[in-house]
């Protein structure tokens, strides 16, 4: 029989899972794990459920950005402006997560940690150089959210181990972010292909600092240096967007699936880091 334990504070989650026997298992919204345990992929002995921990509902505004509280659910960001405003491209892609049910229970912290290398809020987050506030039986650490995901269904949380929130930096003026997916269905569906930029841009439209991030072309989210370095020095011209275009497709090492081939993917990577930047370029302020 599974045990099911629902603590109301972190030390006590945090005890609960250094001292917990067996196959352990933390529950936030379940969109994954239920679904899991009913496919019988997994059989906890024991989950334990940080939905009922108050700090961790919180969407709050820090000193160094905003903290997202590892039970605070994919709508709940939807419906908080400042973070709408700040991080646009981070709360679109929590708002592509399933249907408005499934974003009523499911968070980005759960989205993190089950690690699909089509997870949507994964590169959203890489882009924006979130890093993940991890507590376990050895104190607390913050690692950058790439370093979580190690390949398809696998993390590299540590026994005990917890991640309590993300931490987004603070925005800095004339940046903005963007994430684009594409799905054969335009709801309900998982990423073929997804992108995330991130950027900022100065006076002249010109950009300053970019990241750009694929998502379901690797078995985990990767980053593309080279279409990072094709934007920062220019503005977004069309040579600008070919060449970031160009440098995804070269990124790519995708699978083949029934959802698309690897040339499907690989050229469909290019189209959507152009359109992200553009977007992204865009909501920063950037003009031709
Ligand atoms: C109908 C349906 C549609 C979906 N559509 C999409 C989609 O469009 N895009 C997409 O990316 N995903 C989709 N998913 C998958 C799922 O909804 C997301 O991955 C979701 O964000 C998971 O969040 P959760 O809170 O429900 O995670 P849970 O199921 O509670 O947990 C997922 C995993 O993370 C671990 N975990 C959770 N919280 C923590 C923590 N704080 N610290 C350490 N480990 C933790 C759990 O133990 C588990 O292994 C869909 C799922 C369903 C059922």
Redesign the pocket.
């Known amino acids: 029989m599974v045990r099911y334990e629902a603590p109301q504070t972190t030390p006590e989650a945090i005890a609960l899972l250094a001292s917990a026997k067996g196959r352990v298992?933390?529950?936030?919204?379940?969109?994954?794990?239920?679904?899991?345990m009913k496919g019988e992929y997994?059989e906890p002995d024991v989950i334990v459920d940080?939905k009922r921990i108050k700090s961790?509902q919180s969407i709050r505004k820090t000193a160094a950005g905003t903290s997202i509280g590892?039970?605070a659910?994919?709508g709940s960001m939807g419906r908080h402006k400042a973070l709408k405003k700040a991080w646009p491209g981070v709360v679109e892609?929590?708002n592509?997560?399933?249907?408005d049910?499934?974003?009523g229970?499911?968070?980005?912290?759960?989205?993190?940690?089950?690690?699909?290398p089509?997870?949507?809020?994964?590169p959203a987050l890489i882009a924006a150089g979130a890093q993940?506030l991890?507590i376990g039986p050895k104190g607390e650490r913050l690692l950058d959210v790439d370093k979580i995901p190690t390949g398809p269904?696998k993390?590299s949380?540590k026994k005990g181990?917890?991640?309590?929130s993300i931490e987004l930096p603070a925005r800095a003026p004339r940046s903005a972010d963007a994430y684009l997916?594409f799905?054969p269905r335009t709801?309900?569906?998982?990423?073929v292909v997804s992108a995330a930029v991130n950027l900022t841009i100065d006076k002249k439209s010109v950009i300053t600092e970019a990241r750009v991030v694929l998502g379901a072309v690797a078995i985990t989210a990767i980053r593309v240096p080279a279409a990072e370095a094709a934007l920062i020095g220019n503005t977004l011209d069309e040579a600008t967007l070919a060449a970031v275009a160009e440098a995804c497709s070269a990124a790519c090492n995708p699978i083949n699936d029934k959802r698309g081939t690897v040339e499907y993917r690989t050229r469909v990577a290019g189209v959507l880091a152009k359109r992200a930047a553009q977007s992204a370029w865009a909501r920063a302020g950037g003009k031709a």
């Open positions: 298992h933390i529950l936030a919204g379940g969109t994954d794990l239920i679904v899991r997994i940080i961790m590892a039970a659910t994919c892609a929590a592509l997560i399933g249907s049910q499934i974003q229970r499911c968070t980005i912290v759960g989205n993190l940690c089950n690690a699909s089509a997870a949507d809020s994964i993940a991890v269904g993390n949380l181990e917890m991640v309590v997916r799905t709801e309900m569906d998982i990423a």
